[in-house]
């Protein structure tokens, strides 16, 4: 395993300490490059409203009608804190809304991290029957493999992650 050690500037970190962040948690959050301590606790109102996140239209588009026509829907998510909370969030918030959805969460020692060809290969051999979807949290964007497997097995895919690119 290899470490990365970054760098917290100084300053930056007393300002976070005088806003009452404890001095471990500053020194990590200005090394992680947050500057102001009102990035720390955003407010709802400050946060990227839906529409501004790209081909958000469209997905939920795609999903209203697959959920319209009865179609079955997988969550593929990552086995860490972030991927089981969107799964968990997502199987809640599709089947409020009337979804036939089911989830896997693979092991990415034996398929590798994200939509790899065999999470998609899992996936199709699922023991529910085979879904019409994968929709992945937290598995990153550049699955490009997974989803060409994915497409080549029948299955549309949706990719969602809260990462920024690069």
Request: hydrophobic share 45%; with cysteine; proline share 6%.
């Given at each position: 395993?290899?470490?990365?050690?970054?760098?917290?500037?100084?300053?930056?970190?007393?300002?976070?300490?005088?806003?009452?962040?404890?001095?471990?948690?500053?020194?990590?959050?200005?090394?992680?490059?947050?500057?102001?301590p009102a990035e720390v606790e955003p407010e709802l109102a400050a946060m990227?409203?839906?529409?501004?996140?790209?081909?958000?239209?469209?997905?939920?588009?795609?999903?209203?009608?697959?959920?319209?026509?009865?179609?079955?829907?997988?969550?593929?998510?990552?086995?860490?804190?972030?991927?089981?909370?969107?799964?968990?969030?997502?199987?809640?918030?599709?089947?409020?809304?009337?979804?036939?959805?089911?989830?896997?969460?693979?092991?990415?020692?034996?398929?590798?991290?994200?939509?790899?060809p065999a999470v998609a290969d899992l996936v199709a051999m699922q023991p529910?029957?085979?879904?019409?979807?994968?929709?992945?949290?937290?598995n990153g964007i550049a699955s490009v493999e997974g989803v060409a497997e994915?497409?080549?097995?029948?299955?549309?895919?949706?990719?969602?992650?809260?990462?920024?690119?690069?």
């Open positions: 395993m290899r470490f990365i050690s970054r760098d917290a500037p100084p300053r930056v970190v007393h300002q976070l300490q005088g806003a009452g962040i404890h001095p471990l948690l500053a020194q990590l959050l200005a090394a992680r490059g947050v500057r102001d990227l409203p839906p529409a501004a996140l790209k081909g958000a239209e469209q997905a939920a588009r795609a999903l209203a009608d697959a959920i319209a026509r009865g179609e079955r829907l997988c969550i593929v998510a990552d086995y860490d804190c972030d991927g089981a909370t969107a799964c968990a969030v997502g199987l809640r918030g599709l089947a409020l809304m009337g979804a036939r959805v089911g989830y896997v969460v693979p092991n990415r020692f034996t398929t590798g991290y994200g939509l790899s529910g029957g085979r879904p019409d979807w994968i929709v992945t949290v937290d994915a497409k080549a097995l029948g299955l549309q895919v949706l990719v969602t992650d809260h990462h920024l690119p690069g």
